[in-house]
């Protein structure tokens, strides 16, 4: 989308309580601050979520000014991250991108997708973040997609689930620091009450929020690889009014397993999004519920050294 048609969405758009500035990588576009300037006014806070690559002094001076909320990924230390980005440097970066950002005096955040690959090295790769100067940590945990369908060996089991959260919370806790999960759990699986130091998500697409692509088309949410209209050429209300969206505003999309459950409206069975991909249908298992996913990996790899 141009800037001509952000500036036509935003009027059609009701207020909303946060923009996320997302991709791909958002900083590839040069005109990203001025889509920022022209969403600003319909949003209580603003987030952009960026590898750091691309990021210079210029765009940190300009993200400071306008109070935007950076949050940059730490998915390895040093090579295990170039790994994880798929691109050689990219841990390099990440390093520059803290300096520059903190040097403008700009707030910031960290996310972290937890695998079997890194769950040993948890801890380390949360105090890095810490002393890189996060202010949040995110935690999610892996969820197949893309290129990353092929690499469902990656999958953390409920036991792994739950030792990944244990680690958050305890380094939250020592640091003085408040960390959030970014993908819905299913209770009856994960202990939450025993967490007092982070926060735990309930999945909230097709309520709460939705993504807007780069072209205008509406999602569920960024996991989501199912497009039920373009803003650009249907209102948002009429969009609305699809079936499954109507469900989802309902909390009518669930597993047939959970039906009768007194919990279902919150949890939803887990990431519907997961379940789509993996599955085809929105209503299928969470891979942390699906014990076919889980049995066929039953060795980690990295997860020795715990």
């Not at 047939?256 to 789509?276: I, S, T, Y």
Request: proline share 6%; hydrophobic share 40%; with cysteine.
């Amino acid at each position: 989308m141009s800037p001509a048609d952000y500036r036509a969405l935003a009027a059609s758009l009701p207020k909303a309580g946060i923009y996320a500035l997302s991709g791909g990588e958002p900083l590839l576009r040069s005109d990203i601050l001025e889509i920022a300037d022209i969403l600003r006014p319909g949003c209580r806070t603003m987030t952009l979520l960026t590898s750091g690559m691309d990021l210079s002094p210029a765009l940190a001076k300009g993200i400071a000014a306008r109070d935007i909320w950076t949050q940059l990924p730490v998915h390895g230390l040093k090579a295990a991250h170039d790994r994880a980005c798929g691109r050689e440097g990219a841990f390099r970066a990440l390093v520059g991108a803290f300096a520059t950002l903190k040097e403008h005096g700009a707030r910031y955040s960290t996310s972290t997708v937890a695998s079997r690959e890194n769950l040993g090295q948890l801890r380390d790769i949360l105090e890095f973040a810490v002393a890189m100067g996060s202010r949040y940590l995110l935690l999610i945990r892996f969820l197949p997609g893309g290129a990353g369908l092929k690499r469902t060996d990656l999958l953390l089991g409920p036991e792994e689930t739950q030792r990944a959260y244990d680690i958050l919370d305890e380094v939250c806790g020592y640091y003085g620091l408040r960390g959030g999960v970014g993908v819905p759990n299913l209770p009856c699986m994960i202990d939450e009450k025993r967490y007092r130091h982070i926060d735990l998500s309930t999945c909230g697409a097709g309520k709460r929020w939705f993504v807007v692509g780069p072209s205008g088309e509406l999602r569920l949410c960024n996991h989501s690889p199912t497009v039920y209209g373009n803003l650009l050429h249907r209102p948002l209300d009429e969009i609305l009014a699809h079936p499954v969206l109507r469900d989802f505003a309902a909390d009518r999309v669930f597993p047939a397993a959970c039906a009768g459950c007194e919990r279902v409206a919150a949890c939803r069975g887990g990431c519907r999004a997961a379940a789509e991909t993996l599955h085809g249908d929105l209503r299928g298992l969470d891979p942390l519920y699906d014990e076919r996913l889980r049995s066929a990996h039953s060795s980690p790899a990295g997860h020795r050294n715990q």
